[in-house]
């Protein structure tokens, strides 16, 4: 058996949990000098271990949430948001943001880029992003997968500039949401959390100057198995507990690891942490149950991802400044 495993992610989330909470409430008020905390609750598991630290830091009076739907939401997410919201005990405002982003032609740019592979495709479809290549030791590249109303799925390569279209369309919605963030954060007096978790963060997969913006980002730090780890350990419902990661950004259903990582969450926590720490392919190989050569790629994937979104987390670079160590997404 191979030494490696989730065992090397343990932490002491009570320990954790008062070091995080006591450096929220010293961050907000001495260093930013604001008065509480806004948080937008998706119903996924950052979000709600950010907002339940964000709680445990300044009490639920000084916590105000925001739930931020739009066309493609699931459903689910909100109601999830909402059981958190009453959990917590904090002021909780929904806002509808599809009326901003028809408005503002996400929906119509996006579309218009499908139908350029998909001619027959319209609002009554349903469509994601998928991504191949990366974790088998080639190029990341990009597909469409749709559903047409009939129940007919189709499949089709993307080129480069259809692809960029349709993120930068869908990356209104982090934006636009983050505007909303910024309002009541301002109105308030408040600071604004980041939702991002370690695997998040360091592989850049986030919108800059969208869910990427923030005052504190609380849980950046953490592997995404920690923070599943922290919401059982801080006693949130077993429904926030068990929800799956997913992307909530496209009408198919979508998990992260269809659409970005190479590996579902626990396996690429472990990977992360393996190049990190400077263990051997083989060892991670052993450890997931992979060939070496598809662990070799995968080291290779991440390191090329945190190449490729070094963008992402460059502060705005002064003309007298090289650039370097300005961190901030």
């Given amino acids: 058996m191979s030494a490696l495993d989730e065992r090397v992610l343990d932490i002491d989330y009570e320990r954790e949990a008062e070091r995080i909470a006591a450096r929220l409430r010293d961050i907000t008020a001495r260093t930013l000098h604001r008065r509480g905390?806004?948080?937008?609750?998706?119903?996924?598991?950052?979000?709600?271990?950010?907002?339940?630290?964000?709680?445990?830091?300044?009490?639920?009076?000084?916590?105000?949430?925001?739930?931020?739907?739009?066309?493609?939401?699931?459903?689910?997410?909100?109601?999830?948001?909402?059981?958190?919201?009453?959990?917590?005990?904090?002021?909780?405002?929904?806002?509808?943001?599809?009326p901003t982003l028809e408005a503002i032609g996400c929906y119509a740019a996006r579309d218009a880029a499908v139908r350029v592979v998909l001619p027959d495709y319209d609002s009554r479809w349903k469509m994601k992003l998928v991504i191949s290549g990366g974790s088998a030791g080639g190029i990341n590249r990009f597909r469409v997968v749709a559903r047409s109303p009939d129940g007919t799925f189709h499949d089709?390569?993307?080129?480069?500039?259809?692809?960029?279209?349709?993120?930068?369309?869908?990356?209104?919605?982090?934006?636009?949401?983050?505007?909303?963030?910024?309002?009541?954060?301002?109105?308030?007096?408040?600071?604004?959390?980041?939702?991002?978790?370690?695997?998040?963060?360091?592989?850049?997969?986030?919108?800059?100057?969208?869910?990427?913006?923030?005052?504190?980002?609380?849980?950046?730090?953490?592997?995404?198995?920690?923070?599943?780890?922290?919401?059982?350990?801080?006693?949130?419902?077993?429904r926030l507990c068990d929800a799956q990661p997913t992307t909530d950004t496209y009408s198919l259903e979508q998990g992260q690891d269809e659409f970005y990582f190479a590996l579902p969450y626990r396996a690429m926590d472990l990977?992360?942490?393996?190049?990190?720490?400077?263990?051997?392919?083989?060892?991670?190989?052993?450890?997931?149950?992979?060939?070496?050569?598809?662990?070799?790629?995968?080291?290779?994937?991440?390191?090329?991802?945190?190449?490729?979104?070094?963008?992402q987390h460059l502060a705005p670079v002064r003309i007298d400044s090289d650039g370097e160590g300005m961190a901030s997404a």
């Fill in 37 to 98: 905390l806004v948080v937008a609750i998706s119903g996924g598991i950052d979000s709600s271990v950010c907002a339940a630290l964000a709680v445990r830091a300044l009490g639920a009076s000084r916590v105000f949430c925001l739930i931020l739907p739009e066309r493609d939401s699931d459903a689910d997410s909100a109601a999830r948001a909402e059981l958190l919201a009453s959990h917590l005990g904090v002021r909780a405002e929904t806002f509808d943001i599809a």
């Fill in 156 to 238: 089709r390569d993307l080129g480069l500039t259809e692809y960029l279209k349709i993120v930068a369309a869908t990356s209104f919605k982090q934006r636009i949401r983050k505007t909303i963030e910024y309002f009541h954060a301002d109105r308030l007096n408040y600071a604004v959390l980041g939702t991002p978790n370690r695997l998040e963060y360091d592989q850049g997969f986030f919108v800059k100057n969208g869910d990427g913006a923030a005052d504190i980002k609380p849980i950046a730090h953490l592997y995404k198995t920690q923070v599943y780890g922290m919401a059982r350990h801080l006693g949130l419902p077993q």
């Fill in 271 to 311: 990977a992360l942490w393996a190049l990190d720490h400077d263990v051997a392919a083989s060892e991670l190989a052993d450890a997931l149950g992979i060939g070496v050569e598809r662990a070799e790629a995968v080291y290779t994937d991440i390191r090329n991802k945190r190449r490729t979104t070094r963008y």
